[in-house]
């Protein structure tokens, strides 16, 4: 069932067009992720629904009703929807538990002291109910700020880059536990990120934004596998361009014919975009490429391959990887899309 | 543990000696003649100057809170145009003493006196002090907290209410606590004004008779007040749980047809805080201009000048042993001193004049009736100006450059004054400036204390208003904006932070 639904939303500051019609339906108990570059339009898009912002032109609907369009704006005291900002932004002057009970000053006693005591168990806060924000580790403070979001079940909770402040480490650790928490709560919830493993890894969809317009939308195998556009594909993840021609239905390159995903017409020109790892590379003395660069990162290392003319990067299984200077043989893995010009 | 150099351990007791002394006399004083003083204390008089002064500091409180609020928040939180002129404008009567206010005022409107005027007066030269102290916590209050609570289901005043207020109230509080104590200790304003309270009734007792015990028991009624006063401030300074710095991104309330009322108030605000006063004064100068007597004013000039220099060089040492001692040393009996010399701030100066009197009359009569037991009166009072402005300089000196001098084999003593003292220079310089131009606002200390013979820009001007020639008197309120007032602002560090703060966007 549909919950919220943008439908041709727009805002400008001045005469910068930060979003232009924007459509968008999420459905309940989704996790949408918006992934956007900065500037992209991210938080406005956030503020939007959150109810700070009146949109140029275009409307909004939560559960059917209208909540917000050029000339009318609901309050954002009005709507049911919950904000986790980027820092967290507790209240400084109270405790763990006041913050997470704070949406609920209309609750009966009993209930509110029900509610309280399970998100914290959710949350994995119950030994700092009493404590002071700033006492609180930044990934604790995500957590109860999360929490404070979903205390009085909101309709849909907002999560405006919640892990940018983390370490790379607490940020993956924070990640399963706020699926998780989101999950248990039965939450929708609209994420907006930069960092494309977080919305991949996180989000039942995802949404790319550039411009202030939506690029694509999608699962995220949906989105890594088949980006609409090199826009899209290169912005996704690492990939090598190689220029191309169809012909037979293959594709024809200087790495030698490809299976392409998708149709394709025979004779069309174009990019060809090739994921780092789709490269399989093969020690061989007699190989076409030899390496001539390599970054180490542990789990896997990106090699640079010259074949002739082109320089390609791939990457490879860390401990294993060929060294600078050996020659390789190199095959492309599965399928890659062309993009026609 | 390192002990403090000679000099230093020296100049600190004697600053704090000096400080402590005439005020214990007092006190001894009250009490030997406890009867005579309780008969002084018990009177209808009293009560009705208690009467006075309790209403003029809680009207005061309150309308300098409500504006200074407003200011802060329409300049920091709101969309209003023209944010950062009116910040500027907020913070500009800070730059104009009290009294020369009051002169600006009664010399326009003759029949202006009282109750009214005094708290229209003191309302519009104290509200930059909570406008200040606001703006510096409002821009540390995270929005985004704000809005969270806006989408937990609260409306825009319940969050005002509950979440930002919170936040800026230890701030505000103290700010409105610091108002309540400059009000208590006015004297020149509200003299001018006709408005009875302690201190214009303090020296009215002083002057009006041989008999001054009336103007004893009176100081020490005043100084209880002051100190419970005082004691409440400490109470509410501190608790903070705001970030150290400002904001950055800060979302601006659209105030939309409100603008209009806003706007209006911002401007009759600045209009009647800036505006009046300058352009009746300016007036007034000009129509005497041909009257001025050129000796006098130069005379005046000159005495205001060397006392206020050499107030500034020998406090700003001072506060620069005590700075050092509390400082960089951490001891104990540093920090003692430290807080002793705190204990002084915001005694009324007309209670520090008369407990010096007393002092000077019967104890040391050799330096009564000179500029020493004037500069005395000086270091009480501004010393804690001194400290607080000399003290950030000399603990910003990193430790490691001291640990590194020490280790190339300079002495720790010679240390202090190789590396501590040479880096901090142009804060404890600038900090003697801003003590200086305080020493040339200062009216009652200096009524009370000067020399026969010597005059200064501010009692020429309390001599010329008290014969009513208003034209005489306003060159020298001029003067005193030009040359104390704007430079004491342009070196008030808060004022400067405060008006960068609203101009980010």
Known sequence: ????????????????????????????????????????????????????????????????????????????????????????????????????????????????AARLKHLLELVELTDFADARPESLS????????????????????????????????????????????????????????????????????????????????????????????????????????VEGQVVKGKISTALGLLNPMGKVLDGDKGLTAIRYENFYLLPNPGGEGEVVGQVFFGHDAVLEVKIGDLVIRARSNGPFAPEVGMRVKVWVRGSVNFYAN | MRRPPFLVVVLSLGATLFASLPIGYLAIRFIEGLDRALDEVFRLRTLELLGNTGLLVLSVSISAFVIGFSQAWLTTRSNIRFASVFAVLAALP??????????????????????????????????????????????????????????????????????????????????????????????????????????????????????????????????????????????????????????????????????????????????????????????????????????????????????????????GIFATAIALWAVRYRTKLGAFIETLAWATHALPAIVVGLALVFFGANITPWIYQTTWLLLIGYLILFLPNALAAISSPIARVPRSLEDLSQSLGTPANRTLFKIVLPIAMPGIIAGMA?????????????????????????????????????SQAAPYAMLLIMLAGLPALALNAQARKAISEVREK
């Open chain 2, 94 to 315: 800070l730059a104009i003493p009290s009294y020369v206010m009051a002169l600006g005022y009664i010399s326009v409107f003759p029949t202006f006196s009282g109750f009214f005027a005094s708290w229209l007066v003191l309302t519009l030269a104290t509200s930059p002090y909570v406008f200040l102290a606001v703006t510096a916590s409002l821009v540390r209050v995270d929005t985004a907290g704000e809005e969270v609570a806006r989408s937990l289901g609260f409306g825009r005043l319940s969050v005002l209410r509950k979440i930002t207020w919170p936040q800026v109230a230890p701030a505000a509080t103290a700010s409105v606590l610091l108002v309540a104590l400059y009000t208590l200790s006015e004297f020149g304003a509200i003299a001018i004004l006709r408005y009875d309270t302690f201190t214009r009734a303090i020296f009215n007792a002083y002057r009006g008779s041989f008999d001054r015990t009336a103007a004893a028991a009176l100081a020490i009624i005043l100084l209880l007040i002051t100190l419970l006063v005082i004691w409440l401030e400490r109470r509410y300074r501190g608790a903070n749980l705001l970030s150290s710095r400002a904001l950055g991104k800060r979302v601006r309330v659209d105030l939309g047809r409100w603008s209009w009322v806003a706007l209006p108030i911002l401007v009759l605000v600045a209009a009647l805080g800036v505006g009046l006063p300058i352009v009746s004064l300016t007036i007034w100068s000009i129509q005497g201009g041909s009257s001025i007597n050129w000796g006098q004013l130069l005379e005046a000039l000159w005495g205001s000048f060397s006392l206020a220099g050499l107030a500034g060089v020998i406090i």
């Open chain 1, 138 to 241: 930044g990934g604790q403070a995500q957590r109860v700020a999360l929490a404070r979001a979903l205390a009085p079940r909101p309709a849909l909770v907002l999560m405006d880059e919640p892990f940018s402040a983390l370490d790379a480490e607490l940020r993956a650790r924070l990640r399963l536990d706020i699926r998780k928490i989101l999950l248990a709560e039965g939450a929708t919830a609209v994420l907006v990120t930069h960092d494309q493993e977080e919305a991949l890894s996180l989000a039942d969809r995802v949404a790319v934004l550039r411009d202030g317009q939506i690029g694509q939308i999608g699962t995220p195998t949906d989105i890594y596998n088949s980006p609409i556009d090199i826009g899209i594909a290169t912005f996704l993840g690492d990939s090598v361009l």
């Open chain 2, 434 to 470: 801003l003590v200086s131009l305080t020493v040339l606002k200062e009216l009652p200390a200096t009524l009370l204390l000067r020399p026969t013979g010597v005059d200064t820009l501010a009692t020429r001007l309390w001599t010329a208003t008290e014969t009513l020639s208003y």
């Open chain 1, 1 to 112: 069932m549909t919950l919220l639904k943008l439908s041709g939303l727009s805002k400008s500051f001045g005469d910068t067009k930060v979003l232009k019609s924007i459509d968008l339906e999420l459905k309940s108990q989704e996790l949408l992720a918006v992934l956007g570059s900065s500037g992209a339009g991210k938080s406005t898009l956030l503020r939007l629904i959150a109810g700070f912002e009146r949109p140029t032109s275009g409307s909004m609907t939560l559960n059917g009703t209208e909540i917000s369009n050029s000339n009318k704006v609901l309050a954002p005291d009005k709507r049911s929807i919950g904000i986790v900002p980027q820092d967290a932004a507790l209240f400084p002057h109270l405790s763990v538990a006041q913050n997470i009970g704070f949406g609920l000053s209309k609750w009966s006693t009993g209930e509110k």
